[in-house]
């Protein structure tokens, strides 16, 4: 039976952004997936052999996306 | 304690594990990043794309009748299937998804309390396998756009005290400082929210762990910024996504009677020309 197994949940800062990384593990692999906590958008998701793996990938591709952020103009 | 109004439209996570054999039951998982299905879903659970199968992708609009009919066909959902929705971000498009079926009618659909995020956290079962289901020939009996606005009903009734409105997305986007939640593509021109609306962020209606808040908590959220169940309340956001999470609150957690969702929300008020905007908090 697969399920998620070390279900884990931590808030940081990224670019100034309050966001949540969450990883867990199915079957063989890591995922990890990063929200800003407000207003709750997925921003990242990826997968790698370890937790430690998939996080870094989503923290890289989530900073990415939030320095193509704009403001009002 | 208080119930909730409509306690039926609401599953746990326990109930959707002790049911997701029955054979009236289907099981649809409908996310925001619509990648998250296929690492791992409720088995049994169908996986909708809300990009391409739950709206219009030729003109912007919901999703036809006759799609839907098929989708639910496909789906294995016949018109007394009791379907149970969920999906990632606190069920923000499992809601948008029960919006659609509610205006066609379909009778017994019901949103997972605390969606993916919740049946993950408990380490419940997924699988990867997609299922295999007997096509159906669901027909649609009824369509009532009653639970949606357009732009012309809130510029009719924008200024009226009986009218609530209710912009659910962030406080950034709200004052202007921000066109689109951080990561997403902006897709507006302009900044701020329509006049006299109240900024009630979608996510305080839930908790930590992805459920609803209890209704004390809700109402006091709801009421405390003069949204009362007297009003005619619309609710928008930036593409009519989270303000449905919050239609789907008030209408039937709450029981207000007259609620409805401006699916055209921020990108078609924000992008008119001409259009009156107010900005700050």
Same mark, same amino acid.
């Given at each position: 039976m697969m399920r998620a197994d070390d279900y884990r949940v931590v808030k940081q800062e990224l670019a100034g952004l309050q966001v949540n990384v969450t990883s867990y593990k199915i079957g063989d692999s890591y995922h990890c997936h990063i929200d800003n906590?407000?207003?709750?958008?997925?921003i990242a998701r990826t997968e790698g052999l370890t937790r430690e793996e998939a996080e870094l990938a989503a923290l890289a591709r989530a900073l990415e996306r939030l320095k193509a952020r704009h403001g009002n103009r | 304690m208080q119930s909730y109004s =409509?306690?039926?439209v609401l599953v746990s996570t326990e109930w959707v594990d002790l049911? +997701?054999?029955? @054979?009236n039951v289907v099981i649809a998982e409908v996310d925001?990043?619509?990648?998250?299905y296929s690492e791992g879903h409720i088995p049994g659970a169908v996986g909708w794309n809300w990009?391409?199968?739950?709206?219009?992708?030729? +003109? +912007?609009?919901?999703?036809s009748q006759s799609d839907l009919e098929r989708l639910m066909s496909n789906s294995g959902i016949g018109n007394t299937t009791t379907l149970i929705l969920y999906g990632d971000n606190n069920n923000w498009f499992a809601a948008w998804a029960f919006w659609q079926l509610k205006m066609y009618s379909h009778k017994d659909v019901r949103i997972m309390n605390g969606g993916r995020k919740r049946w993950l956290a408990e380490g419940r079962e997924v699988t990867r396998e997609l299922p295999a289901r007997t096509k159906s020939g669901y027909k649609v009996l009824k369509y009532d756009q009653m639970f949606r606005a357009f732009r012309r009903q809130v510029e009719d009734e924008m200024?009226?005290?009986?009218t609530a409105l209710v912009d659910v997305r962030s406080g950034d986007e709200y004052s202007g400082?921000?066109?689109?939640? @951080?990561?997403l593509p902006e897709t507006c021109q302009r900044g701020g929210h329509i006049p006299g609306a109240k900024n009630i962020p979608w996510?305080?209606?839930? =908790?930590e762990d992805g459920t609803f808040k209890s209704p004390q908590e809700l109402e006091a959220i709801y009421a405390g910024k003069g949204?009362?169940?007297d009003k005619s309340v619309i609710a928008y956001c930036r593409i009519g996504e989270r303000s449905s999470h919050t239609w789907f609150v008030l209408k039937y957690?709450?029981?207000? @009677?007259n609620v409805r969702n401006y699916d055209g929300s921020w990108t078609e008020w924000g992008n008119l020309v001409g259009a009156p905007v107010e900005r700050g908090a």
């Amino acid at each position: 039976m697969m399920r998620a197994d070390d279900y884990r949940v931590v808030k940081q800062e990224l670019a100034g952004l309050q966001v949540n990384v969450t990883s867990y593990k199915i079957g063989d692999s890591y995922h990890c997936h990063i929200d800003n906590i407000d207003p709750g958008a997925t921003i990242a998701r990826t997968e790698g052999l370890t937790r430690e793996e998939a996080e870094l990938a989503a923290l890289a591709r989530a900073l990415e996306r939030l320095k193509a952020r704009h403001g009002n103009r | 304690m208080q119930s909730y109004s =409509n306690p039926e439209v609401l599953v746990s996570t326990e109930w959707v594990d002790l049911h +997701r054999s029955d @054979p009236n039951v289907v099981i649809a998982e409908v996310d925001v990043d619509t990648s998250a299905y296929s690492e791992g879903h409720i088995p049994g659970a169908v996986g909708w794309n809300w990009q391409t199968q739950l709206c219009d992708v030729v +003109r +912007r609009d919901i999703i036809s009748q006759s799609d839907l009919e098929r989708l639910m066909s496909n789906s294995g959902i016949g018109n007394t299937t009791t379907l149970i929705l969920y999906g990632d971000n606190n069920n923000w498009f499992a809601a948008w998804a029960f919006w659609q079926l509610k205006m066609y009618s379909h009778k017994d659909v019901r949103i997972m309390n605390g969606g993916r995020k919740r049946w993950l956290a408990e380490g419940r079962e997924v699988t990867r396998e997609l299922p295999a289901r007997t096509k159906s020939g669901y027909k649609v009996l009824k369509y009532d756009q009653m639970f949606r606005a357009f732009r012309r009903q809130v510029e009719d009734e924008m200024k009226s005290p009986q009218t609530a409105l209710v912009d659910v997305r962030s406080g950034d986007e709200y004052s202007g400082t921000l066109l689109a939640p @951080p990561g997403l593509p902006e897709t507006c021109q302009r900044g701020g929210h329509i006049p006299g609306a109240k900024n009630i962020p979608w996510g305080l209606a839930c =908790n930590e762990d992805g459920t609803f808040k209890s209704p004390q908590e809700l109402e006091a959220i709801y009421a405390g910024k003069g949204v009362t169940s007297d009003k005619s309340v619309i609710a928008y956001c930036r593409i009519g996504e989270r303000s449905s999470h919050t239609w789907f609150v008030l209408k039937y957690l709450l029981g207000y @009677p007259n609620v409805r969702n401006y699916d055209g929300s921020w990108t078609e008020w924000g992008n008119l020309v001409g259009a009156p905007v107010e900005r700050g908090a």
